[in-house]
Each structure stands twice: as structure tokens, then as C-alpha cells.
């Protein structure tokens, strides 16, 4: 496959500007000179004002090349600044050599009018300081005001799919029928009455946008002197003109359209997270129209798609509280990316196989491509053979950048937290694994990692931290004295159920000050509900609300707990005095305990001992997150995942009854086994993880594996170790997995790299259930990431 020379160069011009990504300051500077001018006005208004301002004031642009326009910021590749959320984080900029002379005096000015007005300052000033206290303890380190102003409510995914079908005017119209249904004696009326009319502002503010872009393309052609290039200016402005006002009418037509939107969505607030959803799907209309009639070659559609492809990457998202120099190498790192997903395949609303032509040109590019882009494989036990192991090439040629989910297990769950068997078929990933259905369903990361084996640890010390000695948990009695592995499993619940509530909490202090502070009336209106009921998303006004903690160290619990049920309850090789002493003294000068107890069963290796205890650790958390329900409505569910947490969430938790020493990372993924505990292969590895009660979980639940990339090179035609591959991803579908991801490297490769970054400048890793590029990821992650590839099995 020959990659065209465009998208050669449009490639190459990202790809090295996300070496050095930038920070632009014009949404934060022109959001403030709007919020001066409103500040007596409803804060809905002042939102959608803001947008409208920034949208005509920001540099736009269009490179020499591009067929899709449209930048999110003023740089090649850069983030855009959200002084709303932090403002601190601004004053390190201003130090920093990041901005001109003019970006800095600029920020100078602006920085003094939102001292006491982000929302970082309003959760300083509403969550009580114990509560303060209590996250430094179980947010693992992490402060809540980091932690939660990045908590955005858009880890969602909007329908595109209205967009290009009805336009953006169609819309309009919708607002206005509600409006003049309203019976303003009515107080919720009057209130409705402002939030569409903010809807209103933001739509025309996106139009104008678009048009902005028209008017500059006809301008470039009136300039340009190379035929070929002016015709495609002219072509470009005639759809800008169009859409996305107005429905799509060509394919091309249709990917700007969804593309403009989408850059107004990430300028509206910290829209990391904001998906694309099932683009096979919903563009295979068009695609298939253009096709027809001889207005698109599939080579002219790859090209198209592989230029969409190159847009996702001029976007970062630097969040508010870190260190401002993380973005130089965040972008790469994996920790500054958009987190936007593109879903393939999968079943139609009707159960049927979805898989089209487009679904293999989308991967087809990708091979193209091969930046920071995420895709996610829905598969189902139809999913046609050719289909998926053209996604296993793609992803061993991207070195596991594609994520493959299980359909039947993720519509069961979304059928469990209420949604139609229509709609939960409709499923799209967004952001790193989240499950949602585009433009009905808003299911958002709460902002916590509920660290289970620190839940243990206080269980086994009467709810003192065993490295800092201070009683942070309950008092859950003298593990010495406990008589029966029942004793010990009731003082961890007690431990969990008191973790939880302490989340519940903190997110009830925060989780409503978006609806107050930052709601999103652009964002709102692409949600099925949200007009008719007239409330912001913020507010819960889609049609579903869900969210979920994302757990960290379930592998390690269900190791734990099974090594003391089997170890000191049953077989009584060690009594509980000599556990809790070596637990204490980090296994030094008790060597024959922590052998004795890395020889118990361990989890991933299709053993029901212990694979039933992990089960129990998963039910009972998703249970109790059940019985909670939060701001406005919104019901709690669990996803087995823990993105990076493991290391972090690890540092603060002392020794483990499992073998694990103090202080170390605990098992990646979410219900990865624990480094090297999958003795049995992959096969047992993912029978264990498929017998647990995944669909409880509805967060997801996330499990990563390693293969040496020698492993898949192709010796022998009669039998395919790809068609291999793509069956044992079919099999693990089909006994009830849930998302499955993959690494092709190995440690030799990943220490080279380490001696010689310059070599491997390109080299993709799945890091959790995001990809980056391994040179520029922290030592600390890189570490754990040879730890896991070292010592972890291969197929």
C-alpha cells in the first residue's frame, strides 16, 4: 500500500511537532475578557458568551495540503489553557520559556481576575479539611484539587452522527420549538429558558466558526497559483460554507463537519475524553453514496481518513495542576493526549454483524498514520475472520495500539445500568475504556482509584497504614486474633466499605460544582434529553448517567487473600503472629514466609481457589458502589482499571500476603495477573479473568498481555499464527471477556531503547489502556513496563 505523498507530508509535519508540543494562550485570554463583560449574567450564558468569543477571535489556519481543516489552538501541535479550572499552574507558565514576550504579558493580565474564582478554588473552600486529609491518604499522594478539577464531565461521546444526518441548524430549530413551548410563570421554565438560549448561542458560535474557515479558504485560492491546489481551496471553502450548518452531502463533507464540531467541544471546556464514536458506521452512508456515483475512490477515502487521522494529533490537553513542563514530553508520554476514541465494528442496533468496507480502510490508514490516534475493536462471535485478524496485523504493526472488546459481555453490562438492548448494542469506547452509547449515554470517570490492597493492609493492621503507622481506617480488631479466614475477609469489607464512602463524599462536594460553575450548553446539545428536558449535561440531562471508580489491585487482593485462607486457615503452615511480623518487617529475615506464600495459588492460571476469591473482591466492591446513587440521579458502577494508579497507588501500601514487597507497583491493567504469576499461559490467563462476573462491572474491565514480537512472525503459510492470534481473541469473546489489549515488544528491545532513545523515537507501547511513545514516558514507567515484559509470559 502506497501512502500518499499528502498525508507523507502532513504526517511528518505533526509527528515532529509533537517533540516540542506548545501552549497556546488564546481560549484563556479571550474566555476572561468574556467573563468580564458578563459578569452579572447567568453562569450558562457566560459559558456559551465565552465560546463565542474565542471562536471569533483565535487564530485559524490552513496548511499547505490539508483537505480537512481546522485547528483547536494557535499552534502546529498545542494545548489550549483553562484558568476556569487552576489558575496556579498559569503563573508557572508565565515563568516558564514556553511563551513569547507577548503570550506572557498577555496571561500577566488575565491571571489576578481568576485568583478566588476557579474551581479549584471553590473546592479548597467547600470540601471540609478533613476530607482534604483523607484524599492525600487514599487518592495515593495525589491532591483532591489536582485529582478532581480534572475530573471532567467529557469522557463522553456526542452524536456525530445527527450532526452530519440533520445539521447543526436542525438543531437551532429544536431549541426554538422548546423555547416557545415555555410557560415562563413557571420557575423551571425560566430556567430552561436559559439554558437553551445558551444551546443557541453555541450552535451559531460553531457555524460562524466554520465560516470563518470558508472565507479563508476562498481567500487562499484567490492567491493561489498552482491549479490543483486552488481548485481544492475552492472545494474546501464551498464546504465549510456548508457544513456543518447544514447536513453532510459527500463523505468528505461529513468528516469536516464532525471535525469542526469537535475542535468547538475541545474549546469549550477540558474535553479530554470526547470520542468519535462508531465512525464506520455512521460515515459508511456517505461512503457508500460517493462510491456509487463516482464522486470517491476507496484509495481518495483511505486518504481522507488517514488526514482525520493526522487532525486528532494537533490537539493536547495539559491538565491544570501538573507541572507545566509535562507537556513537552506529555504528548508522547500518552499523559497529555485528547483520549479521543474511533470504535470499529461490533453488531448493529439489531444485533446483526456492522462489519463494512469503511471498517477495513479506517485500519487501513491507520497503518498508514501511526501517531497517537486510539482505535477500540468491538468483536462478537460473528465478527467476520478476515476482519479481526486484519486488526491483529494492525496492531501488531502499531505495537498494540488497538484496544479489542467483547460485545456480548459490554451489552450485557450497559443492559444491567438500564440502557435498551438497542442502545447497549450501539456502544462506543471513549476515552481510555469507558463503555457509552453516543449522544444518549453520559458515563464519566468519578475521579476516584479506590486502592483495594491498601483496604487489605488496614484489614491486617486494625486500620493503621503499615508505612506511615498513623489509623486512617477503622478499627477492625487484631489480626493476630482473628480465628477463620471469614474474620479477616469481614475486616477488609469494613475497610472497603469505609474507602468508598469516603469517595462518595469527596465526589458529592465536587461532582456539582461543574453544573454550577462549568456547564457545557454546546456539548449538551449533541445528548438525546438534554433539549427536551431543557438541563445540562452537567446536570443530568441525557437520556442515561452513569459513573464509575476505577479500581486498583484487585489481582493482588484475591492473591492475598487467598494465600492466607490456604496458607494460615487450612493448612496451617504459618500462623497468623509470624504473617503479620513478616508483613511488618517487609519479609527480611522471613524469607521462608514469603516463599511459602508465593507458592499459593495465584490468579491467571484458570485455578478456582483463587480465581473465586478475586471474584469475591470484584462483586463486593461493585456491589456497595451499587447502593450509591449521586448528583442528580446519577447511578455508580466499577470498572477493573487502573490506568498508571498501580504504581502509584503501590508506593503507599507495605507488604502483601501474596509476596508482593512495600512500596512496589501493583498488577497493571485492572485485572491483569500479578508480573509473572501466569505460569499457565494465556489461554488459562484468560479463562480466569473470564469467569469472574465481569458484567457487574460496567466501567470495564481491563486486561493486558504481553507477546514477544518474534512470536508472530509469519515461517509457515498452512497455518497462520495470526489466524491464531485472531482466534484467541474470539475465544476469549465468546467465554465472556470483556476488553483485551496487547504489547509486542520485549525487554531487550525496551532497555535498547532506554541506552538509545534516538533509535526509537517512533516506538509505540501500550502503557495501560493508553499507547505512547516509550522514550518519552517517565523512567519509572518505562521501569514497569520492562518489569512486566521481563518477567510476564508470552503466547
Given amino acids: 500500500m502506497n501512502t500518499t505523498e499528502r498525508v507523507k507530508k502532513l504526517r511528518e509535519k505533526v509527528n515532529l511537532a509533537l517533540y516540542k508540543p506548545s501552549y497556546c494562550i488564546e481560549r484563556a485570554y479571550w474566555m476572561t475578557k468574556s467573563y468580564i463583560e458578563t459578569e452579572s449574567e447567568p453562569t450558562i450564558l457566560r459559558r456559551a458568551k465565552a465560546l463565542k468569543k474565542i471562536l471569533e477571535n483565535m487564530t485559524i489556519g490552513i496548511d499547505d495540503g490539508e483537505l480537512i481543516v481546522g485547528k483547536a489552538t494557535s499552534k502546529k501541535v498545542g494545548s489550549p489553557l483553562f484558568p476556569e479550572l487552576v489558575w496556579n499552574y498559569l503563573e508557572e507558565l508565565v515563568l516558564s520559556d514556553y511563551l513569547t514576550e507577548e503570550e506572557r504579558a498577555k496571561l500577566k493580565e488575565i491571571i489576578p481576575y481568576w485568583k478566588g474564582k476557579s474551581l479549584g478554588d471553590l473546592v479548597r473552600s467547600r470540601l471540609p479539611k478533613n476530607y482534604m486529609d483523607i484524599m492525600e491518604v487514599i487518592g495515593a499522594g495525589i491532591k483532591p484539587l489536582e485529582y478532581f478539577t480534572v475530573t471532567h464531565l467529557a469522557h463522553c461521546c456526542p452524536n456525530y452522527e445527527l450532526v452530519i444526518t440533520k445539521g447543526l441548524n436542525w438543531i437551532k430549530k429544536q431549541v426554538e420549538e422548546e423555547i416557545a413551548k415555555l410557560d415562563l410563570t413557571k420557575i423551571e421554565d425560566v430556567q430552561k429558558l436559559t439554558f437553551l438560549k445558551a444551546v443557541d448561542i453555541s450552535i451559531e458560535a460553531t457555524i460562524a466558526f466554520a465560516k470563518r474557515y470558508a472565507a479563508l479558504a476562498k481567500s487562499l485560492a484567490e492567491k493561489e497559483a498552482d491549479a490543483q491546489r486552488r481548485d481544492e481551496l475552492e472545494n474546501i471553502a464551498r464546504i465549510c460554507e456548508w457544513v456543518p450548518a447544514n447536513p453532510a452531502r459527500s463523505f468528505h463533507e461529513a468528516l469536516q463537519s464532525l471535525w469542526f464540531v469537535y475542535i468547538c467541544l475541545a474549546v469549550e471546556g477540558l474535553a479530554a475524553g470526547i470520542s468519535f464514536g462508531r465512525m464506520d458506521q455512521y460515515l459508511y452512508p456517505f461512503y457508500k453514496k460517493d462510491l456509487e456515483e463516482g464522486k470517491l475512490t476507496k484509495e481518495q477515502a483511505r486518504e481522507l481518513i488517514a488526514l482525520f487521522y493526522i487532525k486528532m494529533n494537533e490537539l493536547a490537553f495539559h491538565f491544570p495542576g501538573a507541572p507545566v ?14 483520549l479521543s476514541v474511533i470504535t470499529l465494528g461490533g453488531v448493529t442496533r439489531e444485533g446483526l454483524d456492522a462489519t463494512n468496507e469503511l471498517s477495513y480502510l479506517f485500519l487501513e490508514a491507520e497503518e498508514e498514520v501511526k501517531l497517537l490516534e486510539e482505535i477500540a475493536v468491538r468483536v462478537h462471535p460473528n465478527t467476520p475472520e478476515d476482519f479481526l485478524i486484519k486488526a491483529c496485523e494492525v496492531a501488531k504493526k502499531v505495537t498494540g495500539k488497538i484496544k479489542f472488546v467483547c460485545d456480548p459481555t459490554v451489552i450485557k453490562q450497559l443492559v444491567k445500568d438500564g440502557k435498551t438492548i438497542e442502545d447497549a448494542r450501539d456502544y462506543a469506547i471513549t476515552g481510555c475504556f469507558i463503555r457509552t452509547v453516543p449522544g444518549r449515554s453520559h458515563d464519566i470517570w468519578m475521579g ?35 480465628k477463620s479466614y471469614n474474620e479477616l475477609w469481614n475486616a477488609y469489607k469494613t475497610q472497603v466499605e469505609w474507602l468508598l464512602r469516603n469517595f462518595i463524599v469527596i465526589s458529592n462536594f465536587i461532582v456539582p460544582l461543574y453544573s454550577e460553575f462549568m456547564p457545557y450548553p454546546l456539548l449538551s446539545s449533541l445528548f438525546n434529553g438534554c433539549i427536551k428536558k431543557g438541563k445540562d449535561i452537567t446536570s443530568g440531562g441525557a ?22 485462607k490456604k496458607v494460615v486457615f487450612e493448612d496451617k503452615k504459618i500462623s497468623m503472629d509470624r504473617l503479620i511480623e513478616a508483613l511488618e518487617k517487609n519479609f527480611e529475615g522471613y524469607e521462608d514466609v514469603e516463599y511459602i ?36 440521579g446519577r447511578k455508580l458502577t466499577v470498572a477493573a482499571a487502573n490506568v498508571v494508579h498501580h504504581i502509584f497507588c503501590g508506593k503507599v501500601v507495605g507488604a502483601l500476603p501474596d509476596g508482593r514487597k512495600a512500596g512496589e507497583p501493583f498488577a497493571d491493567g485492572g485485572l491483569s495477573p500479578y ?13 480466569s479473568v473470564a469467569k469472574l462476573e465481569l458484567w457487574r462491572a460496567s466501567g470495564g474491565n481491563v486486561l493486558n498481555i504481553k507477546f514477544n514480537p518474534n512470536d508472530l512472525k509469519e515461517e509457515f503459510k498452512i497455518e497462520s499464527k495470526m489466524r491464531k492470534f485472531a482466534s484467541l481473541i474470539k475465544t476469549f469473546v465468546k467465554i465472556g471477556g470483556d476488553l483485551v489489549q496487547f504489547s509486542f515488544v520485549n525487554a531487550e528491545m525496551l532497555r ?20 505512547a511513545y516509550f522514550v518519552d514516558i517517565p523512567r519509572e514507567i518505562q521501569e514497569d513496563l520492562i518489569r512486566r515484559t521481563e518477567i510476564g509470559g508470552s503466547w
Fill in 448 to 482: 476516584g482509584f479506590p486502592n483495594l490492597p491498601l483496604a487489605l493492609e488496614l484489614a491486617l493492621n486494625n486500620g493503621v497504614s503499615r508505612l506511615t503507622g498513623k489509623q486512617i481506617g477503622p478499627k477492625t480488631g487484631d489480626p493476630r486474633k482473628f
Fill in 752 to 771: 535498547d531503547a532506554q541506552r538509545n532513545p534516538e533509535k526509537y523515537r517512533d516506538l509505540l507501547v501500550r502503557v495501560a489502556t493508553y499507547s
Fill in 675 to 687: 508480573y509473572g504469576r501466569n505460569v499457565n499461559g494465556i489461554t488459562s490467563t484468560m479463562r
Fill in 325 to 338: 513542563s509535562t507537556l513537552e514530553k506529555g504528548v508522547r508520554a500518552g499523559s497529555e493526549t485528547t
Fill in 543 to 564: 437520556l442515561y448517567n452513569t459513573g464509575s471508580f476505577w479500581a486498583v489491585g484487585i489481582p493482588n487482593v484475591g492473591d492475598s487473600l487467598a494465600a492466607v
Fill in 597 to 632: 506464600l508465593k507458592r499459593a495459588p495465584k490468579f491467571g492460571n484458570d485455578n478456582d481457589y483463587v480465581d473465586s476469591i478475586v471474584n469475591d473482591v470484584l462483586v463486593h466492591l461493585c456491589d456497595e458502589v451499587a447502593k450509591y446513587e449521586v448528583f442528580m
